[in-house]
């Protein structure tokens, strides 16, 4: 199970960071990604890291501004997002890989989600 949160409403240019904390023993071998969905468009790809930690990858629109880590022995991965922009805004999801580690593919397990609203 999968529980995101740290969303709210922040201004442009603003800092948020979301977090997203799994529940179970194999957390810290699971792949991980952060996707977003705004109002009226599909949900897409923003942030990846594999279960070490050691590689991560970034949707060209959040590159140098969105940084992706985890803590395993918090069974947590975070999103931390700076110099945000209106169209940041949406519906953040954390998601789980349980195989190769596949930034844009397949995601086996997904959290709820957590809203973020950047006004400008």
């Known amino acids: 199970q999968l529980q995101a949160s740290g969303g709210g409403l922040v201004q442009a240019g603003g800092s948020l960071r979301l977090s997203c904390a799994a529940s179970?023993?194999?957390?810290?071998?699971?792949?991980m990604g952060w996707f977003r969905q705004a109002p009226g468009k599909e949900r897409e790809f923003v942030a990846a890291i594999n279960w070490s930690g050691g590689r991560t990858d970034y949707a060209d629109p959040v590159k140098g501004r969105f940084t992706i880590s985890r803590d395993n022995a918090r069974n947590t991965v975070y999103l931390q997002m700076r110099s945000l922009r209106p169209e940041d805004t949406a519906v953040y999801y954390c998601?789980?890989?349980?195989?190769?580690?596949?930034?844009?593919?397949?995601?086996?397990?997904w959290g709820q989600g957590t809203l973020v609203t950047v006004s400008s």
């Open positions: 179970g023993r194999t957390f810290s071998l699971y792949d």
């Open positions: 998601a789980a890989q349980t195989a190769d580690y596949v930034p844009r593919g397949l995601y086996d397990y």
